[in-house]
């Protein structure tokens, strides 16, 4: 089954607001990295954590390992958070295991 | 169930050398594809999408080429290898609906040498 689920799949905020998007683990993961898609369709990478919190500006990441699962807040939306979303974390042998993504709108 | 299968998983190749990197899923018919590649870490740039057999686009020249000889299969290849390749190549499919949602294989590791 899916080792990495991605939720929600889709998210509607208004600016000035926040919320969180979380990856759950089926198994151990070493690391997460959260990208976000950018209009050429590249993906930007936000985070890579082993473990502990990062923090962005507006965004900010946790990774508990032991309780397998990856955060990605947002506060303070803006209108240009919007995209999609993806968390991306990395197994025992070192793959990439990949969330299917979380499409942001952030509305005025 | 959908399945995204890569291969190689890593590859060591010389300059010059031809290279072919293939994906096929299972599972799920007329998918988008896309080919992904990251220099160093950071960005994974998006390199070639398709939307159906015989049809792909390049988003960034790389001097490399992508084929879609079936539904279920693509391929990223080069004739010669330039040590400027190096880098993890990542397959992907998004359904034909909505090209949002992405769907990755475990990616390949280029190291040319």
């Known amino acids: 089954g899916d080792q990495v689920e991605q939720s929600p799949s889709a998210l509607s905020l208004h600016e000035g607001t926040g919320s969180a998007l979380r990856c759950n683990f089926t198994?151990?993961?070493?690391?997460v990295q959260w990208f976000r898609k950018n209009s050429r369709g590249s993906l930007i990478n936000l985070f890579y954590?082993?473990?502990?919190?990062k923090e962005n500006g507006r965004l900010k990441s946790a990774f508990d390992s032991k309780e397998r699962y990856s955060t990605l807040h947002i506060r303070d939306a803006q209108l240009e958070d919007s995209g999609t979303y993806f968390c991306?974390?990395?197994?025992?042998?070192?793959?990439?295991?990949w969330g299917s993504g979380t499409k942001l709108i952030i509305k005025p | 169930a959908q399945t995204i299968h890569q291969w190689p998983v890593a590859e060591i190749k010389a300059v010059g050398s031809p290279l072919s990197l293939g994906c096929t899923i299972k599972?799920?018919?007329?998918?988008?594809l896309y080919w992904y590649w990251q220099a160093t870490g950071g960005t994974l740039q998006q390199l070639f999408y398709?939307?159906?057999?015989?049809?792909v686009e390049s988003v960034v020249q790389l001097n490399l080429s992508a084929s879609r000889p079936k539904d279920d299969q693509f391929i990223l290849s080069t004739e010669k290898l330039l040590l400027s390749h190096s880098g993890f190549y990542l397959c992907?499919?998004?359904?034909?609906?909505?090209?949002?949602?992405?769907?990755f294989g475990h990616g390949t590791k280029l190291s040319v040498l």
């Open positions: 991306a974390a990395e197994d025992s042998n070192y793959q990439l295991i």
């Open positions: 198994t151990t993961m070493r690391a």
């Open positions: 954590l082993a473990s502990g919190t």
């Open positions: 599972g799920k018919s007329s998918p988008n």
């Open positions: 398709s939307i159906t057999v015989g049809q």
């Open positions: 992907a499919w998004s359904p034909q609906v909505s090209n949002e949602r992405l769907f």
